[in-house]
């Protein structure tokens, strides 16, 4: 198992947001994680991601439990962990290949795993716009460098929180269609979501709910991960019929007289 998590607990507030979940998350595994506002979905996620420790239970990625170790918890997020936050994470002052460079491995083997920035940029959608300032960009253009950071890196587990809530249809697709990839390359893929599509089009779901407790949602067994594709497009909407005269009116004419009482 890429990601196990074991009786994990999280308080805010004073109140339990959830307890005693467990759930793993196998290579090449989409997981979608559901429940109302405030279930605490993007909590768990940072829990996972080891942004924040857990009050009680264990998260192990790819073999190893940072526990308390705050050099641990770094080093599994620069060596296995990949983010797409619900703001996009990155640098509103820099460039768009500087936002895209940071997330580089540095050192070693692992610095050529991914593509180089040109053409990660060109994959998303974004090629000649590395010298674009990221706060000059659209909503839609910061996830595709967000996206692009995760293609450079290619992590072993790829986090996502409500990728597609503010996007369009077509930069929606494309943010599924890139999270597919990593998860037919291998990558242990973790989704956040309210979106029915982005649930249907994962293997598995969590659903949390207000009362503290997680638990799986059941439904067709699992694809293998190079045969799972994105969601189609809701199809468009059909036209109005055509207003069609009755014949025999003609537009003007007086109305026929009506017969006797």
């Known amino acids: 198992m890429t990601v196990v998590v074991r009786g994990a607990g999280k308080q805010r507030g004073g109140r339990t947001l ?3 979940v467990s ?3 196998e290579r090449g595994q989409v997981l979608a994680l559901t429940g109302p ?3 605490g979905k993007s909590t768990l996620l940072d829990c ?3 942004i924040e420790p857990l009050d009680v239970g264990t998260v192990t990625i790819a073999g190893t439990s940072a526990g308390r170790s705050r050099r641990r918890a770094r080093l599994l997020r620069r060596d296995h962990l990949g983010y797409l936050f ?3 994470g990155l640098v509103p002052d820099l460039t768009v290949q500087a936002n895209v460079d940071i997330a580089r491995p540095r050192g070693g083997g692992r610095s050529t795993r991914g593509p180089r920035t040109a053409a990660a940029l060109e994959r998303v959608g974004l090629a000649g716009r590395g010298s674009d300032r990221t706060h000059d960009l659209s909503g839609g ?3 595709r460098v967000a996206l692009a950071r995760l293609l450079v890196k290619q992590p072993d587990v790829v986090l996502a929180d409500e990728p597609t809530s503010a996007l369009d249809e077509a930069n929606a697709a494309v943010v599924l269609e890139l999270l597919d990839e990593f998860a037919a390359g291998g990558a242990a893929v973790v989704v956040a979501t309210h979106a029915p599509a982005v649930v249907a089009w994962a293997d598995t779901t969590l659903h949390l709910d207000r009362s503290g407790a997680g638990r799986p949602v059941g439904g067709a067994p699992r694809l293998p991960a190079a045969t799972r594709r994105p969601p189609d497009p809701a199809p468009a909407p059909a036209p109005a019929p055509e207003y069609v005269r009755p014949t025999g009116v ?5 109305s026929p007289p009506e017969g006797p009482a």
């Not at 003609?250 to 007086?254: C, N």
């Open 18 to 20: 959830w307890d005693g």
């Open 23 to 25: 759930f793993d998350v």
């Open 37 to 39: 506002s405030g279930a």
């Open 48 to 50: 996972v991601g080891h």
């Open 86 to 88: 619900q703001d996009f």
């Open 141 to 143: 253009e910061q996830q």
């Open 250 to 254: 003609v537009a003007g004419s007086p």
